[in-house]
């Protein structure tokens, strides 16, 4: 099992972006993908984008509607680290920021259940 931990959260005006990286430590063989998802407050967790890290798919990337072409993902290999870019942030945005990852089959993905690690969250808010 690998250990994640998030960085790059914190206020930010609406318009702006912002950059979350996630680091994982262990073995990172074990894992296929890293995933962003996010909760806010009173909702459930919610997929936001994920990527493969190995595989026949490696590099490949998916994500939610609701963010895609405003959010991307990216993994640096060597760093074992990924990267949630975000851009035009809106109010609707404010929420705990996760970093997943584990072994999930392509119908998993998007799915809580499809990952076995996750980092402790860091917060992201959106204000004026």
């Known amino acids: 099992q690998v250990q994640l931990v998030e960085s790059g959260g914190g206020l930010v005006q609406p318009g702006e972006s912002l950059r979350l990286s996630c680091t994982a430590s262990?073995?990172?063989?074990?894992?296929?993908?890293m995933g962003w998802f996010r909760q806010a407050p009173g909702k459930e967790r919610e997929f936001l984008a994920a990527?493969?890290?190995?595989?026949?798919?490696?590099?490949?990337?998916y994500y939610a509607d609701s963010v895609k072409g405003r959010f991307s993902v990216s993994r640096d290999r060597a760093r074992s680290t990924v990267h949630l870019q975000m851009n035009s942030v809106q109010a609707a945005d404010t929420a705990v920021y996760y970093c997943?990852?584990?072994?999930?089959?392509?119908?998993?993905?998007?799915?809580?259940?499809?990952?076995?690690?996750w980092g402790q969250g860091t917060q992201v808010t959106v204000s004026s």
């Open positions: 262990g073995s990172d063989n074990s894992i296929n993908a």
């Open positions: 990527i493969r890290w190995s595989g026949g798919s490696y590099g490949n990337t």
């Open positions: 997943a990852a584990g072994r999930p089959i392509l119908s998993s993905l998007s799915t809580v259940r499809g990952y076995t690690s």
